[in-house]
T-cell receptor
């Protein structure tokens, strides 16, 4: 069982370039989200979605865009990459019906903006 | 403002010793307190979680101690092993406990020396 799958694993971008981080889950979870992980900052929520067609901003949404056309997919778009967006990005999904609402994370995407 | 404060930032323990990581919070609406474990190059994964109706929860060598009046909770790893070397995140959430109500600590890097 694949769980949450993210691509690419590693990416180097030049300042000003745009790109999309792909995320797919095969667990039929309604809730999906994107986090960034930075040293000393923990995990910070970028955007989230409670179902297809519904998205909302998290703690650090600036410079990022998301869409949710299907239950399975939740891509994260960097509109114009900046060095401050150098980070590790984690996609996650959560089953809203499960007691405890465990967050299932992907393996991460390492992004460097030069 | 960090909703969940975690300490220490890093921890080195001898094999067989006890590892203790502490977290504190202010929001009394939090009612679910999970710990996530993250190995290098991987995404975080749920390790153990507690609700405030109990003061302690044990799963194998891992124990959460919860002090509701002090608004503190801690993770104890008994008989620490080199395989426990990882980054540990505490978190707290409030109803309805979906992903955007989760707040993560800044993480503790644990190294267990053989």
């Amino acid at each position: 069982n694949a769980g949450v799958t993210q691509t690419p694993k590693f990416q180097v971008l030049k300042t000003g370039q745009s790109m999309t981080l792909q995320c797919a889950q095969d667990m039929n979870h309604e809730y999906m989200s994107w986090y960034r992980q930075d040293p000393g900052m923990g995990l910070r929520l970028i955007h989230y979605s409670v179902g297809a067609g519904i998205t909302d901003q998290g703690e650090v949404p600036n410079g990022y865009n998301v869409s949710r056309s299907t239950t399975e997919d939740f891509p994260l778009r960097l509109l114009s990459a900046a060095p401050s967006q150098t980070s590790v990005y984690f996609c996650a999904s959560t089953p809203l019906w499960e007691p405890g609402n465990t967050i299932y994370f992907g393996e991460g995407s390492w992004l460097t903006v030069v | 403002q960090q909703q969940v404060k975690q300490s220490p930032q890093s921890l080195i323990v001898q094999k067989g010793g006890i590892s203790i990581i502490n977290c504190a919070y202010e929001n009394t609406a939090f009612d679910y307190f999970p710990w996530y474990q993250q190995f290098p190059g991987k995404g975080p994964a749920l390790l153990i979680a507690i609700r405030p109706d109990v003061s302690e929860k044990k799963e194998g060598r891992f124990t959460i101690s919860f002090n509701k009046s002090a608004k503190q909770f801690s993770l104890h790893i008994m008989d620490s092993q080199p395989g426990d070397s990882a980054t540990y995140f505490c978190a707290a959430s409030h109803p309805p406990n979906t992903g955007n109500q989760f707040y993560f600590g800044t993480g503790t890097s644990l190294t267990v020396i053989p």
